[in-house]
């Protein structure tokens, strides 16, 4: 069974209170807290060895267990507040323990949230954290909500973390100041808050690439009811990609995951406005395709055979 079939047969309630706007199926629940304001609630578990590979150092396996509940808050355009953390560790090892209490302080001082407590416990090493974020009544974004001739966009590059884990798990070779720049990249990533706030009142849809483009986007088209056209020529690659064949470098870009890169539709009178943003602020938007009114169908002008869906825990 598939993890989101799992979701939906299992834990997908109906008949919600009042206060729920959003619940089970985006990237953060959505609760209306007063007249004026919502909270955001996200929740992500790290698992050592399935979230990141054996003897990832401590500072980064806590910098990246909050980053990607972080990723969850940028997707809906929330600004971050607070956050609870679980650690489950099979012993106490004082120096493991400063440094990761180090990886997760840094970012929370990045981003602005304030740890209000959690649970330890001792088992196999994993890390739960859930994130709290407020925004203004109505401006969430969400998966739902991409038009037909809506452009599609997403941040930054694809496709480094996954070649990243692939070197860590010996499966690709690379030049040691490129592997260490992917490596950089999976244990490092950096949720777009700033980018997911502005996006508020401009994108038709938003959420956060965590399994793959192609699965991340299927979710997307689901839950708006409309389809896509995207061009591999479009995708945005970092220069230690592009030192990789096509096929290759398209793969991990598609379906490797572990982005955390924001993916989002937009009309096209968009367009200048995230022009001047991105020069602005220095980040990378790239334009990829554009949605259609092919229900769920995602079309792709490049023939990659037996193409991968993204990651999956149950298969």
Known sequence: MHEFDLIQQYFTWTHAPSEVRV??????????????????????????????????PAHAIAYKALAVNLSDLAAMGATPRWFTLALTLPAVDIAWLE??????????????????????????????????????????????????????????YLGDAAAGLAVAQQRLSLPTATADYCLQRLHYPSPRLALGQWLQGRAHSCMDISDGLVADLKHLLKRSQVGANIYHQNLPFSPALQKLNLSTALVLALTGGDDYELLFTAPESLLAEIETYQL???????????????ITELSLDYDLVNLPDGYNHFQ
């Open 99 to 156: 440094e990761f209490a180090r990886g997760l302080k840094e970012l929370a001082s990045q981003a602005g949230i304030f740890l209000i407590g959690g649970d330890t416990t001792r088992g196999p090493l994993s890390i739960t954290i859930q994130v709290m974020g407020t925004s203004a009544k109505q401006q969430a974004l969400l998966r739902k909500g991409a038009q037909v001739g809506d452009a599609i966009f997403v941040s930054g």
């Open 23 to 56: 619940s089970v199926g985006d990237d953060a629940a959505v609760l209306q807290v007063s007249p004026d304001e919502e909270l955001m609630i996200s929740v992500d578990t790290l698992v050592n060895g399935v979230h990141f590979p054996l003897n990832t």
């Open 280 to 294: 602005v602020n220095q980040i990378t938007i790239t334009k990829i395709g554009e949605v259609t009114d092919k």
